[in-house]
């Protein structure tokens, strides 16, 4: 089978030289004519060329698209255009694309007030632009620059293209001026890029890009949306000290090596969602005004976030820690939903809403407040102003449900408001430092037409939310939207773990209160307690608050010991003591006397039964059953009964009160 023969290039849009012709190429050169000829200027005789720079005059437009210029043709076409009064060449509109510069082009200081058109434009040697003014749009899009390609201070004041377009070695954009939109999409760095100090005044578009080299961004101006979405950095990524005045988007971006965003200024929102970053990240110093967007990023090695100030949300759900972190925000709220954690991790938080609902730690995580504000490396403090008008600065975990609390601790936060049920393994959490919980509702509550009054305790948020759903339920707070709802069955087990995470941590009086509330969810729960058992529990609460409450069972000790007296002066102690009586038989003529010593039966007592002398005895008698022991005051029959059901209740009430103190004193 014979091969097809290769396609021949194809002849450009507007009237071309043709000069060279081959077999292999039919079109030739592919340079425009000049006007009044039928080739290009680089093939134009030279008495023509020379007639025709000295035509031109500064502003003129030209047209030389698909032209390969040398660097002595460049300079002349230039110099035809130089303005006497600058010295630097002022061009109108200038039409080279497709355009072929061998050698060196020096465009330095130049000026195009029309549009500047390069595109497929192909740059052999170095392409110097520094310091030149593009009054028009510059459109250098699916250009190649094969050597270094310089705009240092150079001036865009209409848009700029340098879509698709290869850079094959150094690039320099340092302090340049884009006034309108700047697009470098799907281009191309094969070396290193510095764009430091440079000023974008529209949108700058990066969508797509690839930095093989070091990308240098550093004191850079973004004033409009900055685009990096889908953008590679094969090597360093260096935006630090740049300002976004809008919002900084690298969704979908690729930081291969490192990725340093310190003392970076966002005043718009940060999106990094979907971000890879296998090297380290680095974004102390950092300041986001909006929220900060991290969702299903991934970090395979060690990363630091802050500190840095937020002044919205700072999203991680669904992000993946292959390395360890340090986190360390000044942030309104902190999302963590089903983040992925396989290496260790301190967060450290301020002014904070923490959400780690179903998020995985497979090694030790830490939340901390930070009590003072965050210390930079140079010693400064981050400056929070922005979040200056939050009431305070704690750190609130809103929800830890679904999450596998083997590996969590934390530290002087507040818990008033998280959400456990569903957390695993919460009974090896670590609580650290001053952590705090909701409390009952203070005061007294008119319930069903009876006061309520709550003994302080700390309670969790669920149980709040569901004693605010049962009717006539007064000062409880009301779930709020997606919170879920919990009853005593689902939260009866949460007390139970917290209480032991307490107890492990040698802290028996802080896990008193957990104990209480697994009490409490035992007891009104009525689909897995039974009713007996409720019964026993309601009595268990009532005597002594289930062990804890030792007021309460002190006055229910009080109160049986007052009854004790008063049924012993009315039915328990006799009329009078009952007295001895010895009777005995003398034999005739003298000898040993038996005697028989009998003892008369207590009679009921008549008359007046509540006088000082038997409140003494029906006293005594009572204190000696508080302690288990018998007075060895008769009793009528009544009085024995009394006295037995005395010294079970009494000493029973006793012991109750001092489990009650015991379990707030013992460590």
């Known amino acids: 089978m014979t091969p097809s023969p290769p396609s021949s290039p194809s002849a450009p849009d507007w009237p071309h030289c043709g000069y060279g012709t081959t077999p292999e190429d039919p079109v030739g050169c592919r340079g425009v004519h000049v006007p009044g000829h039928n080739v290009c200027l680089a093939h134009l005789a030279d008495a023509d060329r020379d007639a025709y720079l000295a035509s031109l005059t500064p502003g003129r437009d030209i047209d030389h698209r698909g032209t390969p210029f040398t660097e002595p043709l460049l300079n002349a076409l230039l110099n035809a255009l130089r303005d006497p009064a600058t010295g630097h060449g002022r061009l109108g509109t200038a039409w080279f694309e497709s355009a072929t510069f061998r050698d060196i082009a020096l465009f330095r200081s130049a000026i195009f007030e029309g549009d500047a058109l390069f595109g497929s434009a192909t740059f052999e040697g170095s392409a110097l632009f520094d310091s030149a003014t593009f009054q028009g749009s510059a459109w250098f899009g699916d250009s190649t620059f094969q050597a270094h390609a310089g705009f240092v201070s150079a001036t865009f004041q209409g848009s700029a293209s340098f879509r698709d377009s290869t850079f094959q070695t150094h690039a320099g954009f340092d302090s340049a001026t884009f006034q309108g939109s700047a697009s470098f999409r799907s281009v191309t760095f094969q070396s290193h890029v510095s764009f430091r100090s440079a000023a974008f005044q529209d949108h700058a578009g990066f969508g797509s890009a690839t930095f093989q080299d070091m990308a240098l961004f550093r004191l850079a101006t973004f004033q409009g949306i900055a685009w990096f979405d889908s953008a590679t950095f094969q090597s360093i990524a260096w935006f630090g000290s740049a300002t976004f005045e809008s919002d900084a988007r690298f969704g979908s971006a690729t930081f291969q090596d490192h990725a340093g965003f310190e003392s970076a200024t966002i005043q718009g929102s940060a999106w990094f969602s979907n971000s890879t970053f296998q090297g380290s990240a680095w974004f102390e110093s950092a300041t986001i005004k909006g929220s900060a967007w991290f969702k299903s990023a991934v970090f395979e090695r060690w990363v630091s976030l802050g500190p840095l100030l937020c002044g919205g949300q700072v999203s991680l759900s669904g992000a993946v820690f292959n390395g360890p972190a340090t986190l360390s925000f000044a942030a309104r709220r902190l999302e963590c939903r089903r983040a992925r954690w396989l290496s260790t991790a301190e967060v450290r938080l301020r002014y904070t809403s923490v959400d780690f609902a179903h998020a995985v730690f497979e090694y030790p995580l830490t939340i901390a407040a930070e009590t003072d504000p965050f210390v930079l490396s140079t010693g400064e403090h981050l400056d929070e102003r922005a979040l200056a008008h939050a009431a305070d600065a704690a750190v609130r975990i809103a929800s830890l449900r679904g999450v596998d609390a083997a590996h969590l601790v934390l530290a002087d936060v507040d818990l008033s408001e998280c959400l456990f049920t569903g957390t695993v393994h919460l009974d090896q959490v670590r609580l650290e430092g001053d952590c705090s919980f909701d ?97 026993l529990l309601h009595a268990y609460w009532m005597l002594s608050g289930y062990g804890l409450r030792a007021l309460r069972a002190l006055g229910w000790l009080a109160a049986a010991m007052l009854i004790t007296i008063v049924l012993l002066m009315s039915f328990g102690l006799p009329k009078e003591d009952p007295k001895q009586e010895a009777t005995g038989t003398v034999p005739p003529g003298g000898g040993k006397v038996t005697f028989e010593i009998d003892k008369t039966e207590p009679e009921n007592p008549t008359g007046n039964r509540f006088t000082s002398e038997r409140f003494e005895k029906a006293l005594n008698v009572t204190l000696n059953s508080v302690v288990f022991r018998s007075s060895g005051q008769d009793l009528t029959t009544a009085g024995t009964y009394i006295e037995m059901t005395s010294r079970f209740v009494e000493p029973t009430l006793l012991a109750l009160a001092v489990l009650a103190v015991r379990s707030r004193i013992k460590r």
Do not use: C, I
């Open 439 to 535: 409390t009952v509702p203070p005061g007294t509550h008119w319930r069903r037409g009876r006061p309520a009054r709550f003994t302080p305790r700390r309670t969790l948020a669920e149980e709040h939310h569901w004693r605010a759903s049962q009717p006539a339920a007064r000062g409880w707070n009301v779930a709020v939207l997606g919170a879920g709802r919990a009853g005593p069955a689902q939260l009866a087990p949460v007390y139970r773990a917290l209480r032991k995470a307490f107890e492990d941590g040698k802290n028996e009086p802080g896990a008193a209160d957990f104990y209480y509330g697994e009490m409490e969810m035992r007891r009104h729960d009525r689909t897995t307690t039974s009713r007996a058992e409720r019964g």
